[in-house]
């Protein structure tokens, strides 16, 4: 790889944009932590990068793609129109345009993104997943007898824990109709209702296309979260600080857990990774029950790159220091096959 590359670092947006937007006020914001992590990890490689972020607009990006010819892209876009199904669109017009980018192509990310299809997959491979059931909008409401409670009801395709509370862990049938309704009027989405699985919350983060190497795995502990009641990670679990202190919530890395565990839990993973079609990088959400069987949650392809983020944290802990990370995630970006 050449040295020096021209870098087009691509963001969203949640509000239109022009081609020349000046983010600098908004870069030092919580909101763009990501973003101004990753561009200052391309500065200190040396590269020459520019940034642009878009709402609505695919032409502004086809005229930053003229003006400015990256020869890659860092891909931070995961919404378009404020609406994150289309993250899977976004790289489809990077693809078209024959330009590298960074992490996960299309397919990837529509499997992942799909709650219930990419559990099929895996579950055609004997990968343990929760059992569920799917209720797309505008149909009637019941639970199949095979599905047993306690129950979790979540949003179909959605991400970061949106429409997740202590509320959709369900017990009753009158719960779960209630809940149900909810998401479908609320958030607008699909269900998918799951076999709540008791376990250790684990996060495991891999990097590579071919070959890939699984970093030192993170876990979300409850700490004062008392022990009959359900540990999950709402959307307060994971993005209010004061909820988070008040019930001890913290994330950290996994402890004791065995040789013959661990190594079971990397090579599951791989075959998630492999088996979902995912590029570049990924953290996959799992749950490792009392019983240490591991069961898969969630994949999340481009997950959160922000320094203090569990993807980060892992990679520095394999002696991977941020710079080095986000060379890697280029480089793979750079040699990826796309359809
Ligand atoms: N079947 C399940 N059993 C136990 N906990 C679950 C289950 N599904 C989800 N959770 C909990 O809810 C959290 C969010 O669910 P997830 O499917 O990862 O949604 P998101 O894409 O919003 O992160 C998980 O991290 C986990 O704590
Ligand atoms: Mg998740």
Not at 252 to 279: H, M, W
Request: net charge negative.
């Amino acid at each position: 790889m050449r040295n020096k590359l021209r870098v087009l670092a691509l963001f969203d947006a949640t509000a239109p944009t022009t081609i020349d937007h000046d983010l600098s006020s908004e870069l030092k914001t919580e909101d763009r932590k990501t973003e101004a992590n990753v561009l200052a990890a391309l500065d200190e490689l040396g590269h020459s990068t520019e940034h642009l972020a878009i709402f609505d607009d695919l032409d502004l990006l086809r005229q930053k793609l003229q003006r400015f010819e990256p020869d890659v892209i860092f891909n931070l876009a995961d919404q378009f129109n404020n609406n994150s199904a289309f993250d899977q669109n976004i790289v489809s017009f990077l693809a078209m345009q024959g330009v590298p980018f960074t992490g996960c192509g299309s397919t990837g990310l529509t499997l992942c993104k799909h709650k219930a299809i990419s559990k099929k997959i895996l579950g055609y491979h004997r990968i343990h997943v929760p059992a569920f059931v799917t209720i797309a909008r505008g149909k009637r409401i019941a639970r199949p007898r095979r599905l047993k409670f306690p129950i979790l009801v979540k949003p179909l395709k959605e991400e970061a824990s949106l429409g997740i509370a202590q509320a959709s862990f369900v017990e009753t049938d009158e719960q779960f109709k209630e809940r149900v309704q909810f998401i479908h009027e609320s958030y607008d989405n699909d269900v998918i209702a799951e076999e709540y699985i008791e376990g250790r919350e684990l996060y495991v983060s891999i990097l590579g296309n071919h070959r890939l190497e699984v970093f030192p795995i993170r876990e979300l502990i409850f700490k004062e979260v008392p022990p009959d009641e359900p540990k999950i990670a709402t959307y307060k679990a994971k993005w209010d600080e004061d909820y988070r202190k008040r019930w001890g919530l913290q994330n950290q890395f996994a402890e004791g857990l065995d040789p013959g565990v661990l190594s079971n839990i990397a090579d599951r993973c791989k075959r998630i990774y492999r088996l979902l079609t995912i590029d570049g990088y990924a953290r996959l959400d799992l749950r490792l029950t009392p019983t240490h069987e591991v069961y898969f949650i969630e994949a999340n392809p481009n997950p959160i790159l922000a320094a203090d983020e569990d993807f980060a944290q892992s990679a520095m802990k394999a002696n991977v220091p941020y710079s080095q990370l986000i060379a890697r995630i280029l480089r793979l970006g750079l040699n990826t096959m796309r359809e």
